[in-house]
């Protein structure tokens, strides 16, 4: 899950998904939520997603050696047999193995279309490292196991069953519904996302778009949220630099490249980017106080009212999520210099990673660094040119039917909007005018995420139970009824 337009090794958070989302909840305690998964009986529908899963998880999708076009193509075939006409259900690919499927099931065209979206890459996963094959789709003691099978193959496959689903009914939209499933939202040069919307733009234009993102989450045992990602902070990363003339090592001056980078990177460690929260982390904050209770609750309603106080802001930035959400953030990730070891530095370099507000300005950041290493000779310059995201609005029309469907099928459990702190491909769609929803109805453990690690997993129940909320989200977001 995410990125900022730069190969994804570089982007040492993302963790997409799962984990920015149920770190959302780290602070929750019990809620009175529903007790726990219980193994819905196989329906004929939940039948085909599964056989669908399979399909995807069998199929290696990985960067490396694997085969987006090849798992575009079986979707393809499937969405086809199901009776979509061939004009509405394509493979685009910018280069062999980076397939995007785009299909498109319509509607009587009452409003703009809605996108759906997954990736079908993964994140590489070596056998000698699994207690399994990661490539081979597995269900064992309560869970499904393989790469993707969390991140984000499941909601792919929901996807594709639901829309099957809509065309064996009959269901007739109000607005086109377009699945969109991705390469390279993991890794690779080939962005999915960004190709589609560079070339292909009509095809997947929409008045706004579901992605991964968002999902539920337990502790102890508890449903205790269901997270809407509406937000994402921004990557910017900077290049600070000291050039000195060197010389021999054994005869040292009191001007040293190291020694400077050095005492400018411990002043930078000191500083804190001011408190500042926008419409998501607010209600972020707010939703979150009003089901926890004690000392983090009175913070965090003391940190949303106005004036903001500051001392909660101190209480609670002692949770490293919770000061990612508050404030923009920069941290030294690298660091090299000199060039041998019996020579004084010409060069030392250090990469400062921050990951911004959504509506910083990289110009500012980079002004605020300088100040604060106050030092003109440590130069400062941008990695990359930052990709924008600007935060879809939480608008009712959106909020509405995700918390009337929750409340009926997990009553008690709030829905929680949260802003990534990491990066997704929602973040070109957004840029792009697309306001994007981060939104799934799998509940999982907060204390077992897996995605992008060993032995990834899902628990059955929990796929099933999202393969018929997104089915019934689609529908609330596509009809009058559903939108009662
Ligand atoms: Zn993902």
């Known amino acids: 899950m995410y990125r900022a337009g730069r190969p994804a090794a570089k982007d040492g958070y993302r963790i997409a998904l799962p984990m920015p ?3 959302a909840f780290l ?6 939520g529903a007790a726990l998964l219980a193994q819905p009986a196989p329906s004929p529908e939940n039948r085909l997603a599964r056989e669908v899963f399979e399909e995807l998880i069998n199929i290696n999708t990985t960067d490396s050696v694997g085969d ?3 798992a575009a193509e079986a979707m393809a075939k499937r969405l086809r047999a199901a009776g979509l006409p061939a004009e509405d259900v394509q493979v685009l690919a910018p280069r062999a193995r980076k397939g995007n499927l785009v299909a498109r099931l319509r509607g ?6 809605l996108l759906l979206l997954a990736h079908l890459d993964v994140v590489e996963a070596r056998r000698e490292d699994w207690s399994m094959d990661p490539f081979v789709f597995r269900e064992e003691g309560g869970f499904f196991y393989g790469r993707g099978t969390s991140d984000d193959k499941a909601m792919a496959a929901q996807l594709v069953a639901s829309l099957i689903r809509f ?16 390469a390279d939202e993991e890794g690779g040069d080939s962005n999915g996302v960004a190709f589609l919307l560079d070339k292909h733009r009509a095809l997947i234009d929409a008045e706004m778009g579901l992605n991964e993102g968002g999902g539920g989450g337990i502790r102890n045992g508890r449903r205790i949220g269901l997270s809407v990602q509406a937000s994402e902070k921004v990557f910017q990363s900077f290049r600070l630099e000291v050039k000195n003339p060197g010389g021999h090592s054994s005869l040292p001056v009191p001007e040293n490249a190291i020694y400077r980078l050095a005492a400018g990177l411990t002043r930078l460690s000191g ?9 998501v982390t607010r209600a972020f904050f707010t939703r979150t106080a009003g089901a926890l209770g004690g000392p983090e609750a009175a913070a965090m309603k003391r940190l949303v009212a106005e004036p903001p106080d500051l001392e909660a802001a101190a209480l609670l930035s002692q949770q490293p999520y919770f000061n990612s959400l508050m404030r923009t953030t920069c941290v030294a990730t690298q660091l090299t210099g000199g060039h041998a070891e019996n020579a004084l530095p010409q060069m030392a370099r250090a990469i400062v990673n921050c990951r911004m507000l959504p509506d910083e300005s990289p110009a500012a950041v980079q002004k605020a660094i300088v100040d604060v290493l106050a030092d003109p000779q440590i130069e400062v310059s941008p990695v990359a040119p930052a990709k924008p995201s600007p935060p879809s609005p939480l608008t009712p029309a959106v909020l509405g039917p995700i918390e009337r469907l929750t409340e009926s099928m997990w009553p008690g459990v709030p829905v929680v909007p949260v802003m990534s702190t990491g990066a997704t491909d929602s973040l070109y769609l957004r840029a792009a005018g697309i306001p994007v929803y981060g939104v799934d109805g ?9 995605a992008h690690g060993r032995d990834e997993r899902l628990p059955v129940a929990s796929f099933y139970e999202g393969h018929e909320y997104l089915y019934r989200l689609v529908k609330a977001l596509s009809s009058r009824e559903g939108a009662r």
């Open 442 to 450: 799998m509940f999982v453990d907060m204390d077992d995420v897996r």
């Open 27 to 32: 602070g929750l305690l019990l809620l009175p």
């Open 271 to 279: 500083h804190k980017f001011p408190v500042r929260l926008n419409e």
């Open 21 to 23: 989302l149920r770190r």
């Open 68 to 70: 987006n076009t090849a």
């Open 167 to 182: 065309k064996q009914e009959g269901y007739r939209p109000d607005r086109d519904l377009i699945l969109a499933l991705t």
């Open 108 to 113: 009587s065209g009452a409003r703009r279309p």
